[in-house]
């Protein structure tokens, strides 16, 4: 049988070389007069002398090619650029200023876009913008270019720039107190031309599709400066320590002292209104505005950080702000805890910004410490260090911000409870260790350590079975070290609490009786000692201890996270970063030391001394008896 495959189907060229074939598969064929004829128009030898010139002409013809994302890209940029220097034109100052106020807000408009506002940094056309707006006095177009620089400097990449003008800081604080200003007037009542209202309107819808402001009503040239200087101050530039100088030089922190002292003045009466259970009519009447208030405090918290120039002014021209804030701080807590408020996460977020306001403050300023230590300062803070933070049927409820979702972040109750009771206490330290005559004060404050915090115990605690202050953080201080779980979150804890015992039995009778049960203070040493060796141990980057004098660290909590609120340096006071962490720190000369913690562990291991001292006396008293 014959088993030969069929032959392949082909064709034959009409040429010299009939029958030659090349096949590819069974079923097809490509006569070889069209391949030679191939190699012979583009590959042959002869039309080349060596291999160099045909790859040269070769790669001269790719280049002359571009592909069809090259030719759409440069349509695009050249679409960009016809329409950037189309608005430049227009808000030139040789420009009509109708044509000005037009132009700026078709700039406005555009820059919601995130497309367009990238490439505007990316083409470099921000310096020629500011450049060209700075200067124009047009009340419209600065209102523009106010809201324009705020959209601009939300994006982190282009704060270096703004942070490098010197004039631009003067500038912001100008429009926090401009005198005129288009967006809070009624329109209707207004003398402006009808043209102009019109404008302003627009204005206002561009900035409410901003997502900036969420309510429409707040609106003003003064949220917006303030959402800019905010955002000025707040990232980390080269220039951080030129713009909290530049903000002093401009009486900037003393405006934004009293913008938050304006929006804190209804706290009073809404206290007053929570202790006569007459909250919900009272706040129909009263509205807080917690995003301002953040902002402020946001600001003042950065400025002050690590700047005892700022904090020396605010202490002694804004004295009247200390009170405020600690009732501020009274307030936030009860809303922040309030299962029918409507939005207990900015409660709590002005709480704790608060909290490091003050921190930084009272650091290293004794007259600061004492104001803030005098009633109801220290009533307030053991408040916070204590209600919600012991096991309790009829504890404060929290559960309400930590079920409240934001952006798909939930909370947990013990991170809320870890962050207040730590900065309460880091603020506690300060007061205690720059103002011995706090001492005294922090013990004649009467305390339940498991004081549920209602609405008879506002002011001070009224429950049947409260104790010394002193004896109070005692207790809280057995409940991190028996908690066991060994978190290191309670070890930081513990260990800030055992520095507060620490100060305030040292050279204090009267505290002494009140000290650990037992009579010893051996775990507060223990615990002491184990926090200094760690700060050796990551040469004062972040620190952490052992339970009850365990050699046990946990360096996983300690990572460098903007989100992490409990790092530490050094100590003789407390001080809040700019970042919104806490900081046990020496009071060096500069940042630069503050920063690297110089002799890191000294105001530890002087505690430390002391508590061995009185260890060793009481155990030299009891083998005497």
């Known amino acids: 049988m014959d088993m030969s495959l069929p032959p392949s189907s082909s064709y034959n060229g009409n040429n010299n070389r009939a029958g030659v074939r090349f096949t590819y598969g069974q079923t097809r064929t490509i006569l070889s007069q069209d391949f030679d004829s191939l190699l012979t128009d583009s590959y042959s030898p002869s039309k080349y002398d060596d291999d160099s010139e ?14 069809i994302h090259e030719l759409r890209e440069q349509g695009e940029n050249k679409r960009f650029t016809d329409e950037i220097e189309y608005i430049l034109d227009g808000i030139r100052e040789a420009q009509p200023v109708n044509v000005r106020r037009a132009s700026v807000l078709v700039l406005a408009q555009k820059l919601l876009k995130t497309e367009f506002m990238t490439k505007i940094r990316s083409h470099h056309y921000i310096p020629k913008l500011y450049d060209t707006l700075v200067t124009q006095d047009d009340t419209i177009v600065r209102c523009c270019f106010a809201f324009v620089v705020c959209l601009m400097i939300e994006d982190r990449r282009n704060s270096e720039f703004f942070a490098g003008k010197a004039e631009f800081t003067r500038l912001v604080t100008e429009f926090l107190t401009f005198q005129s200003d288009p967006l809070r007037e009624d329109l209707s009542k207004s003398s402006w031309k009808k043209t102009e209202k019109s404008l302003i309107g627009e204005l206002k819808e561009i900035i409410c599709r901003s997502d900036i402001f969420s309510d429409k009503k707040e609106i003003s040239l003064k949220s917006i400066a303030l959402r800019s200087l905010s955002s000025l101050i707040s990232y980390k530039t080269k220039y951080e320590d030129v713009i909290k100088k530049r903000i002093r030089a401009c009486d900037g922190l003393s405006i934004v002292a009293r913008i938050l002292k304006d929006e804190l003045v209804p706290v009073k009466k809404l206290l007053l209104a929570f202790e006569k259970g007459k909250t919900s009519k009272i706040k129909q009447k009263l509205l807080l505005n917690f995003e301002r208030v953040e902002q402020c405090l946001g600001i003042l918290e950065n400025v002050t950080a690590f700047c005892p120039e700022n904090q020396l002014i605010i202490v002694n021209h804004e004295k009247d702000i200390l009170p405020m804030l600690l009732e501020f701080l009274l307030y936030c807590h009860l809303e922040s805890c309030d299962s029918n408020a409507e939005n207990p996460s900015i409660a709590l977020e002005c709480l704790l910004g608060c909290l490091r306001v003050l921190i930084n403050l009272t650091h290293d300023n004794q007259q600061c410490c004492r104001d803030v230590g005098k009633s109801p300062g220290m009533v307030i803070l053991m408040r916070l260090a204590t209600v919600g933070q012991l096991p309790s049927r009829q504890s404060i409820n929290y559960n309400k911000i930590n079920t409240e979702k ?13 962050d207040v009771l730590l900065l309460s206490i880091g603020l506690l330290i300060n007061l205690v260790e720059i103002d011995s005559g706090n001492q005294d004060e922090f013990r004649k404050i009467e305390q339940n350590p498991n004081c549920p915090g209602t609405r008879s115990c506002l002011r001070l605690c009224t429950c049947s079975s409260r104790k010394s202050a002193v004896s109070c953080l005692v207790s809280l201080y057995n409940h991190q070290i028996e908690k066991g779980d060994d978190k290191t979150d309670s070890n930081i804890v513990a260990a800030y609490m055992a520095i507060l015992i620490g100060l305030l039995i040292k050279d204090n009778k009267a505290n002494q009786e009140l000290r650990l049960p037992g009579n010893s203070v051996q775990s507060l040493i223990n615990l002491l000692q184990d926090f200094v060796k760690f700060h050796e141990l990551v040469g004062g980057e972040a620190s952490t201890i052992g339970n009850s004098g365990q050699n046990s660290v946990d360096l996983d909590a300690f990572l460098d996270d903007d989100d992490n609120h409990h790092s530490s340096g050094g100590i003789t006071g407390v001080a809040a970063s700019g970042g919104g962490n806490v ?33 060793q006396k009481r155990l030299g008293g009891v083998s005497n008896s």
């Open 54 to 67: 045909m790859e040269i002409e070769l790669e001269s013809k790719r280049k002359s090619f571009k592909s």
């Open 406 to 418: 934001e952006e798909g972040i939930e909370e947990s109750v013990e991170a809320t409870k870890f």
């Open 583 to 615: 900081m046990l720190q020496r009071s060096p000369q500069n940042q630069q030391q503050q920063s690297n913690g110089r002799n890191i562990g000294d105001s530890f291991l002087e505690i430390v001394d002391s508590l061995k001292a009185f260890e």
